[in-house]
């Protein structure tokens, strides 16, 4: 396992996340056991209890199974972890220069498939709520001087129709899949900016206050379908380079 010495954040935030790398790159195999406290607190230069409460962490998250004599075994982390665990399977370098193209996929195929619900409720149970909200939004969208900006501004746009929509469920999985989204803007930006012209969310903006349901749920696909279009030809690549 390549581990480094904790020099930043809280030293056991610092350590659960190495390790969580460490399960999520495949370092440490479903099935195979962590090293031990003390080989671990060697090599991170961490004290014992501080190793301790990363793998106790670990093990709430049903990540890592802690028995008895045994030590720490590695458990599935795809089968085991939640939308926390994106943004470590997203990266596919060290440094975050790269991502995983097969995660940007699926990040782009949930947006599409979730956004059109959204729209749709937002529209019947908020329709004038979002009045004020939705055309701030929208203004800031048509102003966006690039992509990043603009898809910026597009998260604010769906925050405010996640809000609109008033579904606890979906809020907590809107801020999940936007902190996944937000390191992609580097990445994908651009060409999500312009499969989503500032027109289609002008549509979909007079859709959901005109609290037609229906028209809203068809804009919202108009405006997430093209990214995920777009941008299939070069996840393609990027899975074949």
């Known amino acids: ?31 195979s056991r962590l090293p031990s406290e003390r080989k671990l607190a060697e090599a991170l230069g961490v004290s014992r209890p501080v190793v301790r409460e990363a793998i106790a962490r670990l093990a709430t998250s049903g990540h890592v199974e802690v028995r008895q004599g045994d ?6 982390v795809t089968r085991t972890g939640g939308l926390d665990l994106l943004p470590h399977l997203l990266v596919a370098a060290p440094d975050g220069a790269v991502v ?31 009045a004020e909200p939705l055309t701030t939004a929208l203004a800031a969208i048509e102003a966006a001087p690039n992509g990043p900006a603009q898809q910026a501004a597009a998260l604010v746009y769906w925050d405010h129709l996640v ?32 499969a989503e012209p500032a027109d289609r969310y002008r549509a979909l903006s007079a859709a959901v206050l005109d609290g037609d349901a229906t028209a809203a749920r068809a804009a919202a696909r108009a405006v997430l379908g093209g990214a995920t279009d777009v941008l299939g030809g070069f996840l393609d690549e990027m899975e074949q380079s």
């Open 1 to 31: 396992m390549e581990l480094s010495a904790v020099t930043r954040r809280s030293a056991a935030d610092e350590v659960h996340d190495q390790l969580l790398n460490q399960l999520v790159s495949g370092s440490a195999p479903v099935g």
């Open 100 to 130: 995983d193209p097969s995660v940007v996929r699926s990040v782009l195929e949930v947006r599409e498939y979730l956004g059109p619900w959204i729209a749709e409720k937002a529209a019947a149970r908020a329709a004038d709520a979002l």
């Open 163 to 194: 809000r609109g929509a008033d579904s606890i469920a979906m809020s907590l999985i809107f801020n999940g899949m936007r902190r996944v989204y937000e390191p992609m803007l580097g990445v994908v930006a651009d060409a999500v900016a312009a």
């Open 71 to 76: 030590g720490a075994i590695v458990n599935d």
